[in-house]
């Protein structure tokens, strides 16, 4: 279970998180959305430790462990992912190496046995192909000439294959085409189950109707100022955050 | 290529460990006395049992090294050394072993403990296919030489170049020097004197080695200086690749270690030279390290012939090094692929030579540099192009990574065209390490050094892939361990 108790986070001095109020049991998938600037990829970012945000109140909890206090890859080994909004290139390294380095690292830190090569490669083309992607994507380096529906697609095969507790993407679904959208919905509908759970950030209605949420909330302002269920989603696209941020 | 991309790719999670390879092996050794003199240069050749000819030659470049000065160009800085309270000669005890059973078992050990193939027997029962014969020379002498009959079946002379002096005079009376004189520096000078071992390959026209071969220099006694002597050549057609790995106990003191490396490549012949040099670095705060000041120079004499070098430079205090190619013959190739880590207070002063002289002469030149903690390192490189190199080209390629804001990488690039046909690129980078490359892999699990060793072996990409399979599964693991500590 998440547990996010009145988040405050700055970078530099401008305040960014103005107390986020958000619990996400195990089981359940919750969807954020809002307007651009509100901090929606601040709050994935200091979920999962980056530098460079000062958190200035609050807490994060994930399943009683304090978030706050740990660094990014211990997050990872606890069963934290987040998909980029914006997937980083590293040249040189390759994908399938990249992924297996981290699967490894994770799976020590969690007292698992490491894979090697030959078993990693088996369950990641098992992983490709129910993704539907091409199997080059495993020599290519990460993320480098991706094209930027490639580039969220290949985010959603590292969770496939890391398989995290709490999963976050953030706008995972844009950039991608009508067929990979699907694609990818039912990558994380498939790692449903009530050890998992997930924050899915979005501006788009149609995701949610492929990944159905059991909560919507709207982020703007660095506050959470309305949540509902799905239908809730059906009436932003109707009448946009305008008359929301009033309420 | 593809497989040893795929072996880059699969090589295990880089373990973290220290220098492992710094211990010392206690073992009875003869030295000469301190200091260098015509006597100390006699009785080196005396001990090897040289010919006259070859005393001469070692005395004639003992008085030329007199009348020279140690070079300062290079972007390094070092106490001066002290060439009179140096070891010129030091080697185990005994009369030489005449084979792998005669040879000191603590040597066995420690070879073994290196992960040094010298069995023979156990390598060619093993499973490990492509089989590579081994010289391993331990202070001044070389100890063994694995599968010389094997490859003396296809013509291939492979034996430590003492014997080649005794054994085949006039190939190395025709060959030694021919590519570095004497007197082409202070140091190749001083090597000429009092070159101790190294290693000496002959193959005969049309052969290509059947094995890889590789030289194994090990610095095991205190004080004492390393002249490594290396003669290579590859007559017409004939083609070999060999490696080449260093390293040394862990000291306080600086050892020098000031080699040269001569390669000939005759009409239609290749040499692809490896290099994976991890002497003792010095200690985080600079202390003790090899000072590594090497000559290394290729002549493609023959018209199509190749020379390639490929180096990963991880070791020593101070790297002094230009591996060089001399393209005279017409559509020869020079290659240079180099990867020169420095961390702490290592120096690093390295690039190369491609001077074309052959028409249609083309060189490729791709350098990776990277500096962590308070290092130096620069890349220093010329290409030169001679009036008669019509239709020459060059490529070079010079990418600098910095990690942390201590320390320091420089491009020094020279060119010189005398030939308005020439066609010369050079494209050079300098970048760190992104904070977002870094927290991308920290938040797939990867601890904070894990991540830097994955983002500089995907920066040496280009050049790793160039060594064979081993070596590049070997210097990949280097690259992350050098690099421990330059974090967080
Ligand atoms: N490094 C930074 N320096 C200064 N301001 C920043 C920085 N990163 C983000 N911001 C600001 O913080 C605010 C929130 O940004 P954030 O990326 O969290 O928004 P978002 O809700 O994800 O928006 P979008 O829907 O456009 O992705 C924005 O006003 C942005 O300009
Ligand atoms: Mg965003």
């Known amino acids: ?157 590292q969770m496939a294959l890391l398989q995290p507790g709490l999963a976050i993407l953030d706008e995972t679904d844009s950039g991608l085409d009508i067929d990979a959208l699907k694609i990818v919905s039912e990558g994380v509908n498939a790692l449903r189950g009530p050890k998992f759970s997930a924050l899915i950030i979005t501006h788009y209605q149609r995701l949610l109707d492929h990944i159905v949420p059991d909560y919507v909330h709207v982020l703007a302002a660095g506050k959470i100022i309305r949540s509902g269920g799905p239908e809730l989603a059906l009436e932003l696209e109707a009448h946009g955050y305008a008359g929301l941020e009033a309420a | 290529m593809a497989a040893v991309i795929e072996t880059l790719e699969t090589v295990d999670a880089l373990a973290a460990q220290k220098y492992k390879y710094g211990f010392e092996t206690n073992i009875a050794m003869d030295a000469f006395p301190k200091g260098l003199n015509e006597d100390i240069v006699r009785m080196i050749s005396a001990k090897k049992d040289e010919p006259a000819w070859m005393l001469e030659w070692r005395l004639k470049a003992y008085a030329r090294w007199r009348t020279m000065e140690e070079p300062n160009w290079a ?67 070389s100890v063994a030489t694995t599968f010389r009959e094997t490859l003396a079946k296809s013509g291939v002379i492979f034996c430590p170049i003492s014997e080649a002096v005794r054994e085949h005079p006039d190939l190395v009376k025709e060959y030694l020097g021919s590519v570095i004189p004497v007197a082409d520096n202070y140091f190749s000078a001083l090597n000429s004197a009092v070159f101790s071992d190294g290693s000496f390959v002959y193959i005969p026209k049309g052969v290509k080695c059947p094995m890889e071969l590789s030289t194994y220099f090990r610095i095991n006694a205190r004080n004492t200086g390393q002249f490594e002597r290396t003669l290579i050549i590859a007559a017409e057609g004939a083609s070999v690749s060999y490696l080449e790995g260093c390293t040394a106990p862990m000291r306080d003191e600086n050892q020098l270690h000031a080699a040269v490396v001569e390669l000939v490549a005759l009409d239609d012949a290749k040499i692809k030279y490896s290099t994976v040099q991890n002497w003792y670095p010095g200690d985080a705060n600079g202390k003790g390290g090899i000072y590594n000041f090497v000559t290394k120079r290729g002549a493609c004499r023959g018209k199509n012939s190749k020379i390639s070098w490929t180096q990963v430079e991880t070791g020593s205090a101070i790297t002094w090094k230009y591996p060089s190619c001399i393209l005279q013959g017409d559509n020869s190739v020079g290659e240079f692929y180099s990867v020169a880590l420095t961390h702490n207070y290592q120096q690093a002063d390295t690039g190369t030579k491609m001077i074309h002289i052959g028409k249609n002469t083309s060189s490729t030149i ?20 001679m009036p008669g190199a019509t239709g020459a080209r060059n490529f070079t390629q010079c990418d600098s990574l910095l990690i942390g804001d201590e320390c320091g990488a420089h491009t020094v690039p020279y060119i010189e065209s005398r030939n308005m046909s020439a066609k010369v690129e050079h494209e050079a980078t300098t970048s760190k390490i992104a904070e977002d490359q870094l927290f991308y892999c920290r938040s797939r699990g990867l601890s904070e050094e894990d991540a830097v060793g994955l983002i500089v072996n995907g920066f040496c990409k280009d050049v790793l892939k160039e060594l064979p399979m081993e070596f590049a599964v070997e210097a990949q693991k280097l690259l992350a361990v050098s690099l421990e500590g330059s974090v967080g």
């Open chain 2, 366 to 385: 791709i350098s990776k540099g990277i500096s962590a903690g308070h290092s130096n390192n620069t890349y220093r490189g010329l290409v030169k192009i």
């Open chain 2, 75 to 141: 972007r390094v800085q070092h106490p001066p050394i002290d060439y009179e309270n140096l070891y010129y000669y030091a080697a185990p005890s005994g009369p030489a072993p005449k084979s792998l059973d005669e040879v000191d078992p603590e040597l066995l050990k420690m070879y073994d403990k290196l992960g040094i193939p010298l069995n023979e027997r156990a390598a060619l029962a093993g499973v490990e296919s492509p089989t590579v014969a081994v010289d391993a020379v331990f202070d001044s002498v």
């Open chain 1, 1 to 157: 279970m998440l547990e996010i108790k009145n988040l405050s986070a700055s970078i530099g001095d401008k305040e960014i998180l103005r107390g986020v109020n958000l619990v996400v049991p195990d089981g359940e998938i919750h969807a954020i959305m809002g307007p651009n600037g509100a901090g929606k990829s601040t709050l994935s970012y200091v979920l999962s430790g980056r530098e460079g945000y000062e958190v200035t109140g609050g807490s994060a909890f994930y399943n009683g462990q304090d978030l706050l206090a740990m660094e990014p890859e211990a997050r990872a080994a606890a069963g934290v992912f987040l998909a980029f909004q914006y997937p980083v290139e590293l040249p040189g390294v390759g994908n399938a190496n990249f992924i297996r380095t981290a699967l490894n690292a994770v799976r020590r830190a969690r007292g698992e046995g490491e894979l090697d090569a030959v078993a990693f490669l088996k369950l990641a083309r098992t992983a490709i192909k129910n993704l539907s992607m091409p199997d080059d994507m495993l020599k290519r380096n990460v993320n480098v000439g991706f094209s930027g529906g490639e580039k969220k697609r290949n985010e959603v095969l």
